[in-house]
């Protein structure tokens, strides 16, 4: 176990170290927003809300 335990904690430092949020992606964005260029896919946006409050409901404790 002693060499797994090693190597989860080898992978968890390396995770810390990755960023959450890709900051060139969100620059891209922010400048597409700013240009008038992006553009809202509102069924997607509803679908993925919709599909998060699904999940959210299903991983619930039960009462």
Known sequence: MSGT????R???AS???VPVV???RVDEIKQ?????????N????????IESVRQM???????
């Open 22 to 24: 890709d900051s060139a």
């Open 10 to 12: 080898e992978l968890e």
């Open 15 to 17: 995770v810390a170290n």
């Open 42 to 49: 509102a069924d997607r946006v509803a679908d993925s809300l």
């Open 32 to 40: 597409a927003i700013a240009d008038g260029r992006f553009k809202v």
């Open 5 to 8: 335990s090693s190597r989860l």
């Open 57 to 63: 409901l299903n991983t619930r404790p039960a009462a």
